[in-house]
């Protein structure tokens, strides 16, 4: 069964940072491109970041480029997002996702539960 | 980048309805399209990948349809378990932007 399972999320100061993981299991993890997608309370999904099954290739949305790096660790399982340099409007729940066909980069068929991201003084 | 956009942004039917809902690209996308279903608290359910493959499990009374820069979301009979946010994304490279929402309710 394919289990995805965000932490890290927490309250974190303006201007400060956090590192979020996803512990991955149930599939092949180094075979499949993994993105991060948030969700701002009562909005819509924005697609935050996505990397290849070898992590040689990373893709950033504008509004978080230069302060937020995607990586992966495929001995461990694990999907990383740190996030540096936080602002107000970067509160939302954080999902990792899975692409439902190897090889593509969305249409994704498992989702986490999600990490809650807080940013406020 | 190229913008995604959904029509209607809301709308309610009844039981039974055929519904339609509508993406745009303002570029060709091919068929990197998919299609998810989100009611209030939950996570995001994946129902159409490739524009028109329907996702393992869901129902056959939805379905999708499109290529280049129109698309389609098709619920042939509205049930009220449908009742929720439907947002399509694209996928042919990045930015793998998804739609702003339509939100559907039951009249």
């Known amino acids: 069964e394919v289990q995805l399972l965000e932490s890290g999320g927490g309250l974190v100061q303006p201007g400060g940072s956090l590192r979020l993981s996803c512990a991955a299991s149930?599939?092949?993890?180094?075979?499949?491109?993994l993105s991060w997608v948030r969700q701002a309370p009562g909005k819509g999904l924005e697609w935050v970041s996505t990397?290849?099954?070898?992590?040689?290739?990373?893709y950033y949305a504008d509004s978080v480029k230069g302060r937020f790096t995607i990586s992966r660790d495929n001995s461990k399982n694990t999907l990383h997002l740190q996030m540096n340099s936080l602002r107000a409007d970067d509160t939302a729940l954080y999902y990792c996702?899975?692409?439902?066909?190897?090889?593509?980069?969305?249409?994704?068929?498992?989702w986490g539960q999600g990490t809650l991201v807080t940013v406020s003084s | 980048d190229i913008q995604m956009t959904q029509s209607p942004s809301s709308l309610s039917a009844s039981v039974g309805d055929r519904v339609t809902i509508t993406c745009r690209a303002s570029q060709g996308i091919s068929n990197y399209l998919a299609w998810y279903q989100q009611k209030p608290g939950k996570v995001p359910k994946l129902l159409i990948y490739?524009?028109?493959t329907l996702q393992s499990g869901v129902p056959s009374r939805f379905s999708g349809s499109g290529s280049g820069t129109d698309f389609t979301l098709t619920i042939s009979s509205l049930q009220p378990e449908d009742v929720a946010t439907y947002y399509c994304?694209?996928?042919?490279?990045?930015?793998?932007?998804f739609g702003p929402g339509t939100k559907v309710d039951i009249k």
């Open positions: 994304q694209k996928y042919n490279s990045a930015p793998f932007t």
């Open positions: 990397i290849s099954g070898g992590g040689g290739s990373t």
């Open positions: 996702a899975k692409p439902a066909v190897v090889g593509t980069i969305g249409g994704y068929d498992y």
């Open positions: 490739a524009a028109s």
């Open positions: 149930g599939f092949t993890f180094s075979s499949f491109a």
